[in-house]
């Protein structure tokens, strides 16, 4: 049986309880859980680091910062038990009924919200807390497991790296019944009492690399990277400096852009439609409109077809809602190929390429049509076919060494990032675009 993120991991950080001391028991009489001498022991505390501080140093390109930071008591029971409400747990305090047991001295006493924690120090919170949470049920088979972790492409102890199908929602919502979110936790915290957190979005029907934090340390490191990119890119100096977060994409557009390569920048802004119903995003050209956020977006040709469709390589130096997709089709006037969103016009002047034969490409290979777990599919979407699928694809990301950052910020304090390395990470396209790249060759 398998559960919800946020159940795993409320019950591998606050499953056990311990008998207090009889002296102890005595002492806090007067307190609900101590009537019975059961408490929620939180896991020892470990030095932290603040992975935000981390991220924005590195982003800005500084050559040495202090990154370590100083974690209350209050801050390290929201970090243990993200289902527990702040407010309840600030009134514990207030109460006077949170209990820390001291790694130097092995005692048990009353600690204040803003008391520091020290390395080895646990927690004590009252039996009597209603620690509940509504669990959702996800059963994953064993084909289902085994899917998942065979699009993993790297993993360290900070970060997972997988290759997203098309298809599959990053995200639970309406109407949706599985999410890379939810199966990760399910499939992807291996022997982690956490599971995966997401620090970035892909479309549901785009591909490619998604990274993914398995700390809460490395995920706000990761977050603050992302974050700082996107404020930074629109900076004139931002283009001067050492990219430390590079993405780039692989898509198929109809048609062909003007230059062979060059930068959009236009503002972008959602627009309601159909009284509320949907939505779309837009270029907004008023720089007075608020609700507008800057997009840039770096492109050049990879490849050209007498067909009528191009190969882009578009690396997005902003990371807005259908950035890339909006530029395409807006300002350069290419929608993709399978985005019938944004340019359902083009679609309907296109021509089938129905002379291939949809049961094998041009290299000859049989493409084998057996169905994957999760009903995706992966096989039919080319060009070659009535109704193609979003041909967009992350095929390669560029980012720092998270987990030797962390690791030496937590033996150094100090740490000089100018020296550290990058990772880099390739995706290779899904069936039905590698389809399209033969069939447009031949």
């Known amino acids: 049986m398998c559960c919800t993120a946020a159940g795993q991991l409320l019950r591998s950080l606050c499953p056990t309880t311990a008998e207090c001391s009889p002296k102890s028991q005595q002492q806090d009489s007067a307190i609900d859980s101590g009537k019975t001498g059961k408490w929620f022991i939180l896991p020892p505390f470990s030095s932290t680091v603040n992975g935000t501080a981390a991220g924005r140093a590195l982003s800005s390109a500084a050559t040495a910062g202090k990154a370590s930071t100083e974690t209350t008591a209050l801050k390290w029971v929201l970090r243990c038990c993200p289902e527990l409400p702040r407010n309840l747990v600030q009134k514990l305090f207030r109460l006077r009924q949170v209990r820390r047991e001291s790694a130097q001295e092995g005692q048990v006493k009353r600690v204040t919200a803003k008391d520091s924690m020290n390395v080895g120090d646990k927690i004590l919170l009252p039996g009597s807390v209603n620690v509940s949470v509504t669990e959702k049920e996800l059963h994953c088979s064993e084909e289902e497991v085994e899917f ?33 979110d939810e199966l990760s936790a399910t499939c992807l915290s291996y022997d982690y009492s956490e599971p995966p957190r997401l620090v970035h979005r892909l479309d549901r029907d785009s591909s490619g690399i998604l990274v993914m934090g398995r700390t809460q340390a490395s995920t706000t490191f990761l977050h603050s990277i992302f974050r700082e990119k996107t404020f930074a890119a629109p900076d004139k100096d931002a283009g001067r400096r050492r990219r430390i977060l590079q993405r780039r994409y692989w898509a198929l557009v109809i048609g062909s852009p003007r230059h062979a390569n060059g930068i959009v920048s236009a503002r972008l802004g959602k627009v309601v439609l159909d009284d509320g119903k949907s939505d779309r995003v837009t270029v907004i050209e008023d720089p007075e409109n608020t609700s507008s956020q800057h997009a840039i977006t770096q492109y050049k040709v990879i490849k050209a077809s007498s067909h009528g469709y191009t190969w882009l390589e578009l690396c997005p130096l902003t990371g807005r809602k259908h950035q890339i997709r909006v530029h395409c089709a807006e300002v350069l006037g290419t929608p993709l190929v399978g985005d019938f969103k944004y340019g359902w016009q083009a679609h309907r002047k296109l021509k089938q390429l129905s002379q291939f034969n949809l049961q094998s490409d041009p290299s000859g290979e049989l493409v084998d049509k057996k169905r994957l777990p999760l009903g995706l599919d992966l096989e039919n979407g080319s060009v070659s076919d009535k109704t193609p699928r979003l041909h967009l694809h992350c095929r390669q990301m560029v980012l720092p060494d998270v987990f030797q950052a962390l690791e030496d910020i937590e033996t150094r304090g100090d740490y000089d990032f100018s020296r550290l390395k990058s990772l880099k990470f390739d995706a290779p396209l899904p069936r039905f675009m590698d389809q399209s790249w033969n069939i447009l060759s031949s």
Request: no cysteine.
């Open 148 to 180: 998942i972790r065979t699009l993993v492409l790297y993993k360290d102890p900070a970060i997972i790296v997988v290759n997203k199908p098309p298809g599959l929602p990053v995200q639970g919502g309406i109407g949706i019944k599985r999410s890379l």
